[in-house]
């Protein structure tokens, strides 16, 4: 079972290759989107590695692997799930339901 870390940072790295036409995100890249410094993010990004959820490539960047792929979209659709429950049934306005979604993800992560 992946932990909330594992889950973040397989979402980001899903969503930055998304949002640019390259395959592979920039160790920088993920680094600044996680607010952490580039030695942390490697650390995980090794570890990501063995995992088999993604393809680390020293000085080039990172991959998604099928199973780290998988895994990011059950993850946003799960946070696209909270979203749409605190606008639709609790009554959020559109603009906060993001931080508070994050919120409730970390907190059922942490239940499992």
């Known amino acids: 079972m992946a932990t909330s870390t594992v889950e973040q940072y397989l979402k980001i790295i899903f969503q930055q290759e998304n949002t640019s036409d390259a395959a592979i995100v920039q160790m920088k ?3 600044e989107a996680m607010g952490v410094t580039p030695g942390t ?3 995980m990004v090794k570890y990501l ?3 088999g959820y993604i393809r680390y490539t020293p000085r080039r960047g990172v991959e998604l692997l099928e199973p780290g792929r998988h895994l990011a979209l059950s993850v ?3 946070h696209r799930l909270i979203e749409s429950f605190l606008e639709q049934v609790l009554g959020y306005d559109w603009a906060e339901v993001h931080q508070e979604a994050e919120q409730l993800e ?3 992560v942490q239940r499992r």
């Open 29 to 31: 890249q993920l680094a």
């Open 106 to 108: 970390r907190r059922l």
């Open 41 to 43: 993010a490697t650390a």
């Open 49 to 51: 590695d063995k995992q």
């Open 76 to 78: 946003v659709r799960r």
